[in-house]
């Protein structure tokens, strides 16, 4: 090999773009050679690719879309997934399981982490536990040059990275971010300035902050940032004593608020509040108390935790119907609440979900055909929450018995029942009705599914369209009329449905950053937020502080938080029942 060719082969390490046009007959030829080898070892690459020799790929999965390169001195491992006109430029490390949309540019320099392992005091650092969530890039993003990505992140089509960025948490589509901590900084659509809703003032690197005042026009309050930051400031303050006084010390149990009657959910909201404003269990017990105590409460037979009876004993549940399932919607729910404060706590369920486990696939899809679907939406849709929650927890557990591929059967019915108009399951609705049972149906049961188990939901666009028509029905979101529980299923389904996409951008951020003002002026000092009005499509504990309602309006000012942008002023992020990550990877394994 001549001095020239050495010199031209080394060029493409580093300027891998010019390989099309630039490479000589015998350098396509070396690298269709070592395509090959990749490709016997399960690589898939598009057309007119290029990869490195000199480059780091030892990869359990690859895939690399058309006109897609890796450039010199990359390290690229684990399970990494690129659509077309992706590039990985000179020394940056892709690891873990990463998956990239179309026209991904990659700096030199940066890192995506797709794992984490822990650090606790109990073991040395190289003998930790290995997590890995994951990390998704949408279509058309820039990430410069020595930016570092987390595990569990997820940046949003259209968005531009400085360089020099620790990516920490989720980026919304279009956004212009830098920092360390990441923050948005302004819409990649308005080249003449800032986002209002997005800026940072006073927090950005110097310079910066001149240009991206978060003042709005004739809001009083000034930036909603700051307003963020000090409502969290104030919650936290006063999250043991609001907390408190909700735990009846005679009993040893929570009740919702003082002078209600002791449940199984307001123990569970306790240990979610004292996890997301405190980060530690509820002062009243010790974590491993608060834990055993749940998890004393499940029925042996059918896996459920009963409500307690009126006189405080022990609950007793319903008689099964044919399928071998417990109607009781308070048990149903307890799923959810229950395992979840128990993965705050770190412990789990004692048992398994038996109602769940023993239901054959022919069982779940009749039981699926004869739910309420045109009457009752939201009842429906609970329903299946509490199926998917069940089968987590399940496989949480390992369980070997049960009949392979209910869990799949469930996807399958819900991917061909979905309505491709709406973008939700069950009837639209009419005028005298409107969409509230439709969309609150959709929450419970994307929650408990797609959300739960990390799947991209069917139909996003159209889901935004339903849900923010149904937004801007004043009988349920007028000031005033508000409450949690149609809030909540509002703003989760906007902030799902918009992760991969910025359909209606504009839209959701203004209805957000309404809700969002409104919230934060609810709570009440010393005892949280009230559930709000009672009522049709609500219910709920009414109008009065208490544990449920300060457990949802907190998760979600988060999610109104985040889709204007703010969500990192709060400096706290769900890990319960209203997680906004899945609680399982995608790639599920069956029940059995």
């Given at each position: 090999?001549?001095?020239?060719?050495?010199?031209?082969?080394?060029?493409?390490?580093?300027?891998?773009?010019?390989?099309?046009?630039?490479?000589?007959?015998?350098?396509?030829?070396?690298?269709?050679?070592?395509?090959?080898?990749?490709?016997?070892?399960?690589?898939?690459?598009?057309?007119?690719?290029?990869?490195?020799?000199?480059?780091?790929?030892?990869?359990?999965?690859?895939?690399?879309?058309?006109?897609?390169?890796?450039?010199?001195?990359?390290?690229?491992?684990?399970?990494?997934?690129?659509?077309?006109?992706?590039?990985?430029?000179?020394?940056?490390?892709?690891?873990?399981?990463?998956?990239?949309?179309?026209?991904?540019?990659?700096?030199?320099?940066?890192?995506?982490?797709?794992?984490?392992?822990?650090?606790?005091?109990?073991?040395?650092?190289?003998?930790?536990?290995?997590?890995?969530?994951?990390?998704?890039?949408?279509?058309?993003?820039?990430?410069?040059?020595?930016?570092?990505?987390?595990?569990?992140?997820?940046?949003?089509?259209?968005?531009?990275?400085?360089?020099?960025?620790?990516?920490?948490?989720?980026?919304?589509?279009?956004?212009?971010?830098?920092?360390?901590?990441?923050?948005?900084?302004?819409d990649r659509r308005a080249q003449g300035?800032?986002?209002?809703?997005?800026?940072?003032?006073?927090?950005?690197?110097?310079?910066?902050?001149?240009?991206?005042?978060?003042?709005?026009?004739?809001?009083?309050?000034?930036?909603?940032?700051?307003?963020?930051?000090?409502?969290?400031?104030?919650?936290?303050?006063?999250?043991?004593?609001?907390?408190?006084?909700?735990?009846?010390?005679?009993?040893?149990?929570?009740?919702?608020?003082?002078?209600?009657?002791?449940?199984?959910?307001?123990?569970?909201?306790?240990?979610?509040?004292?996890?997301?404003?405190?980060?530690?269990?509820?002062?009243?017990?010790?974590?491993?108390?608060?834990?055993?105590?749940?998890?004393?409460?499940?029925?042996?037979?059918?896996?459920?935790?009963?409500?307690?009876?009126?006189?405080?004993?022990?609950?007793?549940?319903?008689?099964?119907?044919?399928?071998?399932?417990?109607?009781?919607?308070?048990?149903?729910?307890?799923?959810?609440?229950?395992?979840?404060?128990?993965?705050?706590?770190?412990?789990?369920?004692?048992?398994?979900?038996?109602?769940?486990?023993?239901?054959?696939?022919?069982?779940?899809?009749?039981?699926?055909?004869?739910?309420?679907?045109?009457?009752?939406?939201?009842?429906?849709?609970?329903?299946?929450?509490?199926?998917?929650?069940?089968?987590?927890?399940?496989?949480?557990?390992?369980?070997?018995?049960?009949?392979?591929?209910?869990?799949?059967?469930?996807?399958?019915?819900?991917?061909?029942?979905?309505?491709?108009?709406?973008?939700?399951?069950?009837?639209?609705?009419?005028?005298?009705?409107?969409?509230?049972?439709?969309?609150?149906?959709?929450?419970?049961?994307?929650?408990?599914?797609?959300?739960?188990?990390?799947?991209?939901?069917?139909?996003?666009?159209?889901?935004?369209?339903?849900?923010?028509?149904?937004?801007?029905?004043?009988?349920?979101?007028?000031?005033?009329?508000?409450?949690?529980?149609?809030?909540?299923?509002?703003?989760?389904?906007?902030?799902?449905?918009?992760?991969?996409?910025?359909?209606?951008?504009?839209?959701?951020?203004?209805?957000?950053?309404?809700?969002?003002?409104?919230?934060?002026?609810?709570?009440?000092?010393?005892?949280?937020?009230?559930?709000?009005?009672?009522?049709?499509?609500?219910?709920?504990?009414?109008?009065?502080?208490?544990?449920?309602?300060?457990?949802?309006?907190?998760?979600?000012?988060?999610?109104?938080?985040?889709?204007?942008?703010?969500?990192?002023?709060?400096?706290?992020?769900?890990?319960?029942?209203?997680r906004p990550e899945p609680a399982r990877?995608?790639?599920?394994?069956?029940?059995?």
């Amino acid at each position: 090999m001549d001095a020239e060719t050495a010199l031209d082969d080394a060029y493409f390490d580093y300027c891998p773009w010019d390989f099309a046009g630039r490479a000589s007959a015998g350098q396509r030829a070396t690298q269709d050679a070592h395509q090959r080898r990749l490709a016997e070892s399960g690589a898939r690459l598009g057309q007119h690719c290029y990869i490195s020799p000199a480059a780091g790929v030892f990869t359990d999965t690859l895939r690399l879309g058309t006109d897609s390169y890796i450039a010199g001195h990359a390290y690229v491992t684990g399970e990494v997934t690129a659509g077309d006109d992706c590039t990985v430029n000179p020394y940056a490390t892709v690891r873990g399981r990463i998956t990239l949309g179309d026209g991904v540019r990659i700096g030199a320099h940066s890192s995506l982490l797709g794992f984490n392992h822990g650090f606790a005091p109990d073991l040395p650092v190289h003998r930790q536990p290995l997590t890995a969530e994951g990390i998704t890039v949408g279509d058309d993003v820039w990430i410069g040059s020595h930016v570092v990505v987390l595990d569990g992140v997820t940046i949003g089509d259209h968005c531009v990275v400085g360089a020099g960025a620790v990516v920490t948490k989720d980026l919304a589509p279009w956004t212009v971010a830098a920092g360390n901590p990441a923050r948005p900084l302004r819409d990649r659509r308005a080249q003449g300035g800032p986002r209002r809703d997005r800026a940072v003032s006073g927090d950005l690197p110097g310079g910066l902050s001149d240009n991206l005042s978060g003042d709005r026009p004739g809001d009083p309050s000034g930036d909603l940032g700051d307003a963020v930051a000090r409502f969290a400031d104030r919650a936290r303050a006063q999250a043991a004593d609001l907390v408190a006084r909700c735990w009846n010390p005679d009993t040893g149990r929570y009740a919702d608020r003082p002078g209600a009657p002791a449940t199984v959910r307001a123990h569970c909201d306790a240990v979610e509040i004292a996890d997301l404003l405190l980060g530690s269990p509820p002062e009243q017990l010790a974590g491993d108390e608060h834990a055993a105590r749940l998890r004393a409460l499940q029925d042996p037979g059918s896996g459920l935790v009963p409500e307690f009876a009126p006189d405080g004993g022990p609950g007793v549940l319903p008689a099964p119907a044919a399928d071998g399932w417990i109607d009781d919607g308070t048990a149903e729910y307890h799923v959810l609440a229950v395992g979840y404060a128990l993965d705050l706590l770190g412990s789990r369920l004692t048992q398994p979900v038996h109602v769940v486990r023993r239901m054959t696939a022919g069982q779940l899809l009749a039981r699926l055909e004869s739910l309420p679907w045109r009457t009752r939406t939201w009842s429906a849709g609970a329903w299946v929450d509490c199926w998917a929650t069940g089968a987590h927890r399940n496989l949480e557990l390992s369980v070997e018995d049960g009949e392979p591929g209910a869990l799949e059967a469930l996807f399958g019915w819900l991917t061909t029942r979905v309505d491709p108009w709406t973008g939700m399951w069950g009837t639209a609705g009419s005028p005298a009705a409107g969409r509230l049972q439709l969309v609150n149906g959709y929450y419970r049961l994307t929650r408990g599914s797609y959300a739960q188990f990390g799947l991209d939901v069917p139909y996003a666009e159209r889901v935004v369209d339903t849900v923010l028509a149904h937004g801007r029905d004043q009988r349920w979101f007028a000031a005033g009329r508000e409450n949690a529980c149609n809030v909540l299923d509002v703003a989760h389904p906007l902030w799902l449905s918009g992760r991969r996409g910025g359909h209606r951008a504009a839209e959701v951020r203004e209805w957000a950053e309404e809700r969002l003002t409104r919230a934060l002026g609810r709570w009440r000092d010393g005892a949280g937020f009230g559930f709000g009005p009672a009522g049709e499509g609500g219910g709920g504990p009414g109008r009065e502080p208490g544990l449920q309602g300060t457990e949802m309006w907190l998760a979600i000012v988060w999610l109104l938080a985040d889709l204007v942008g703010v969500a990192d002023r709060l400096a706290y992020r769900p890990r319960g029942v209203h997680r906004p990550e899945p609680a399982r990877s995608p790639g599920f394994t069956t029940l059995g």
